[in-house]
């Protein structure tokens, strides 16, 4: 493979991910230098280069040195219908300035370019990608290949002092019920994918393809049902909560995955509810924390929500985004 402008030490090869173990690994140590934050798990990460939009051979490339260390990689990522694509490039920090990471970031806006033409017609197609903004080396390359901020999201925290926490009732009418992964997959999906529906970004998909999307990540290996819950109004399910028991790989922090509540039922202390019996949960366990993060301007003023029930911001991350197709916005903003 071509690799006009990198050192003459490096090779560039096309996946697959061969050793998921090493590539997390990589994956890890870069965003700990970067970030301080491991931010993905192990097994999210294969989760998501295993999703069935991802071609491993045609969306992953893998830089390493002459000793065959992995000192680079990038990947892309788009689903049906694509009116948007989602860039990642890793780079040792030991070899930062030396062309890797705009290579990656070159081969990516090329692979997203030529996949324009499956685009719907007079659709708006963006590349985006999340940075930590305290990255400088990042956010120049970005800002220098026409990328601006759109949006930041949040990391928010709660640490355990006790381990109690006041009981928040659901109002006449409602329950909250648990998970039953042999029968309640789709409707859980459902009102997830319903409740954010008015959310930045959201973009309407074949129900299909999303059911098997969240399947995938229902089924990896570190997935709890038990700490899956619902929210009924009579037969209806108007809620769900979906959390997991680890942050990042530490099993010490829990971490909500999605919480979202139907429309017509928002305001009537729900998502509070729900919180509050995940985070009684999570100290049970013997955790001493819980995590999520959230759109930082929500459009639901969840940031409100979870500062009411003493979350606090612990890490910000900016959303880039570069047009590279003039059109219809599609998403949601």
Same mark, same amino acid.
């Given at each position: ?16 991910? !061969? ?9 890890? =140590? ?6 301080? +934050?491991?931010?993905? =798990?192990? !097994? ?76 719907? !017609? ?15 080396? =990042? ?5 220098d290949r026409g ?36 029968s309640d997959h ?7 994918? !319903? ?17 098997? +999307? ?31 028991g680890n942050h ?24 509070? =509810? ?50 590279? +197709? ?8």
């Open positions: 493979m071509a690799t006009t402008g990198l050192p003459s030490d490096v090779t560039v090869s096309r996946g697959p991910v !061969e050793d998921f173990d090493e590539f997390h690994d990589f994956v890890r =140590s870069v965003n700990i230098d970067q970030s301080d +934050r491991a931010i993905v =798990s192990r !097994e999210v990460l294969e989760a998501v280069l295993s999703m069935p939009d991802v071609d491993q051979t045609e969306d992953i490339r893998i830089v390493r040195d002459g000793s065959g260390a992995l000192v680079g990689a990038g990947w892309v990522q788009s689903r049906n219908p694509f009116v948007e694509t989602f860039t990642r490039g890793l780079v040792s920090p030991d070899r930062l300035g030396e062309g890797i990471g705009s290579f990656l970031l070159d081969w990516e806006l090329a692979a997203a370019n030529e996949r324009i033409s499956s685009a719907p !017609e007079d659709a708006q197609v963006v590349a985006k990608t999340f940075l930590d903004p305290g990255h400088a080396p =990042s956010v120049a390359l970005f800002a990328f601006s901020v759109t949006r930041y999201f949040l990391e928010m925290r709660i640490d355990f002092a006790d381990g109690s926490f006041p009981d928040v009732p659901l109002a006449d009418g409602l329950r909250l019920v648990g998970f039953d992964p042999e789709e409707r859980l999906f459902d009102v997830i994918d !319903e409740a954010f529906r008015d959310h930045y970004g959201h973009v309407e998909r074949p129900h299909e393809e999303e059911l098997a +999307r969240f399947m995938q990540f229902m089924s990896i290996p570190t997935f709890e049902p038990s700490l899956v819950w619902m929210v009924m109004d009579g037969d209806e399910v108007v809620a769900g909560n979906i959390c997991v990042e790989g530490d099993t010490n922090i829990g971490y909500v995955a999605s919480l979202g509540v139907l429309r017509p039922w928002r305001g009537k202390g729900i998502a509070k =509810s729900m919180l509050v019996a995940c985070f009684s949960e999570f100290a049970r366990r013997g955790k001493t924390a819980t995590a999520l993060h959230v759109d930082a301007a929500s459009p639901t003023g969840a940031t409100h929500l979870y500062e009411s029930v003493g979350m606090r911001e612990t890490h910000r991350d900016a959303l880039y985004e570069l047009e590279l +197709r003039p059109g219809e916005d599609l998403s949601v903003r």
